[in-house]
């Protein structure tokens, strides 16, 4: 069984750019949820993905947009990119029925200069 | 609105002693309660659930904790540390009143240091 695999594992990007992370979901997991986890926090909620649409949505700017494909896997953008961008990025898969039953990937590491 | 409290950013023991980690909670509806594990440089590996039954749930690694409703807590234990369990514990809350999203609130996280 094929864990949850996120790309980049680092990425570097200059303020006002846009980023695109991506993430495969566990093999059997329809639902993909996105967690920024600044230095030294845990992590913060952004969305959730179930059956390519937004399910819920924590307390980010609209700059911060998501997609989920017919395959669950996902991609998370961010535009206008802001020095406090800067943070661990975690997707998580969930089986199907059982969304709150969230394995992470290892992250994508974005530092925003 | 649902929040975690870690009360300890490190807790330190030796190895071999017994270990635990606190967590509170605060949630609407009853709680589905979580702890992770982060080591450097990594994503968050799941230890543990409590959804529902026995008060007392054990996870991997030998990793287990207590549910208590009336003190809304969900503290980690082990009976007896390792050195390789070092490492960023987090304890996270789902509520069942939150709507379809099955957002996670997490707390700040403890480290934890087992020395020899």
């Known amino acids: 069984e094929t864990g949850v695999t996120q790309s980049p594992t680092h990425l570097i990007k200059t303020r006002g750019q846009q980023v695109t992370l991506r993430c495969s979901s566990q093999?059997?997991?329809?639902?993909v949820s996105w967690y920024q986890q600044a230095l030294g926090q845990g992590p913060q909620f952004i969305f959730q993905?179930?059956?390519?649409?937004?399910?819920g949505r924590g307390n980010f700017p609209p700059r911060f947009s998501g997609l989920q494909f017919p395959n669950y896997s996902s991609e998370l953008n961010v535009n206008a990119l802001e020095l406090d961008d800067s943070a661990l990025y975690l997707c998580?898969?969930?089986?199907?029925?059982?969304?709150?039953?969230?394995?992470f990937g290892p992250g994508t590491r974005l530092t925003v200069t | 609105a649902q929040s975690v409290a870690q009360p300890e950013d490190q807790v330190n023991v030796a190895e071999g002693n017994p270990l635990t980690v606190k967590c509170t909670y605060s949630?609407?509806?009853?709680?589905?309660l979580f702890w992770y594990v982060q080591y450097p440089n990594r994503g968050l590996q799941f230890l543990l659930k409590?959804?529902?039954?026995?008060?007392l749930v054990k996870g991997s690694y030998g990793f287990e904790a207590e549910f208590n409703k009336s003190q809304t807590s969900f503290h980690l234990k082990k009976p007896s540390a390792l050195v390789s369990d070092s490492a960023l514990y987090f304890c996270?809350?789902?509520?069942?009143?939150?709507?379809?999203?099955?957002?996670?609130?997490f707390g700040t996280g403890t480290r934890l240091q087992v020395t020899l």
């Open positions: 998580a898969s969930s089986p199907q029925d059982r969304a709150y039953e969230q394995y």
């Open positions: 093999s059997g997991h329809n639902t």
């Open positions: 993905y179930y059956r390519e649409e937004e399910n």
């Open positions: 949630v609407s509806g009853n709680p589905y």
């Open positions: 409590y959804i529902t039954g026995d008060n």
């Open positions: 996270a809350v789902r509520g069942t009143n939150t709507g379809t999203a099955s957002k996670l609130t």
